[in-house]
């Protein structure tokens, strides 16, 4: 069998978690970078990586290449790149608001490249990743991207133009659903449940209606209308949310994220 070899510039949390998805792949050989030796000594041994002294030893041993470091951090590390790539290598970035344009410009002629945005359920296989590719990246280079972003969740093909939001949705987007989570179960201790029975109602109620809207062909508003009676409890509290403009302040929320993401490339 065939061996891919997948290298990590940067060893944080969102590599950590891709690491733990591609260990239990007998067809995969994990290498890894960090500037900092304590890290890639701790997750060498914690998920079977391979620790690399220099990006471009990585790179040497490497066809898949995942930058895995701060936006602020790219322009660096291409310039260590640079006089190791091949034709042979695939570059996968993971920084927010880095564009394939940007590496190009950064990179031999010609480069294969995929802009990634994976999110933080990654860590617990239930990740979602948008996914799109360079002007040089070919077909199989997604469906390789897309492999190695299923061992931790779910994936979407987009095109590059959508990034941003999808950056601003997905990838920002857990935090919205805590912030969400947490006020929801701040209602049920203010109406007299334990703290914990709250969060568990809270936390279970928002998976389950998660999962409803992914194996049901009916949209999220048909579904509001199957739960909702009218004079009920669930029209009561719709009605508040109505009242507080919730609907606008998530769109709004969605907005300011992607526009940042925007503004990050500047």
């Known amino acids: 069998m065939t ?5 990590f510039i940067g060893t944080g949390r969102i590599a950590q978690a891709l690491m733990a998805g591609l260990a239990g792949n007998a067809g995969t050989v994990i290498a890894g970078y960090d500037k900092d030796p304590a890290t890639i000594s701790l997750v060498s041994e914690r998920f079977a990586v391979q620790p690399k002294p ?28 640079t006089s190791v790539l091949t034709p042979g290598h695939l570059l996968v970035s993971v920084a927010a608001g880095i564009s394939t344009e940007f590496i ?22 239930e990740g979602m990743t948008a996914l799109c590719k360079g002007g040089s990246a070919t077909v199989k280079d997604l469906a390789t991207a897309k492999e190695i972003f299923s061992s931790v ?36 201790e203010a109406c007299g449940l334990r703290h914990d029975d709250a969060l568990l109602l809270a936390a ?3 998976l389950g209606a998660a999962v409803m809207v992914l194996k049901s062909e009916k949209s999220p508003e048909e579904l509001i209308s199957e739960v909702t009676t009218p004079g009920g409890t669930t029209e009561a509290g719709l009605r508040q949310m109505e009242l507080h403009r919730l609907r606008e302040a998530l769109i709004d929320t969605v907005r300011a994220a992607a526009a940042r993401s925007r503004e990050l490339m500047k």
């Open 3 to 7: 061996q891919r070899h997948v290298g």
């Open 104 to 125: 190009s410009l950064h990179t031999p002629s010609g480069m294969r490249i995929v802009r990634v945005m994976p999110n933080t359920p990654a860590f617990v296989g």
């Open 54 to 81: 220099s990006i471009p030893e990585l790179a040497r041993d490497s066809e898949v290449l995942v930058i895995a470091v701060k936006p602020s951090q790219v322009a660096d590390v291409l310039a260590e790149l």
């Open 204 to 206: 279970q109620t928002m």
């Open 153 to 188: 969740g779910k994936v979407a093909i987009v095109e590059e133009s959508a990034m941003d939001a999808a950056t601003a949705l997905s990838g920002s987007g857990p935090a919205y659903m805590f912030r969400i989570l947490a006020s929801l179960a701040e209602g049920g």
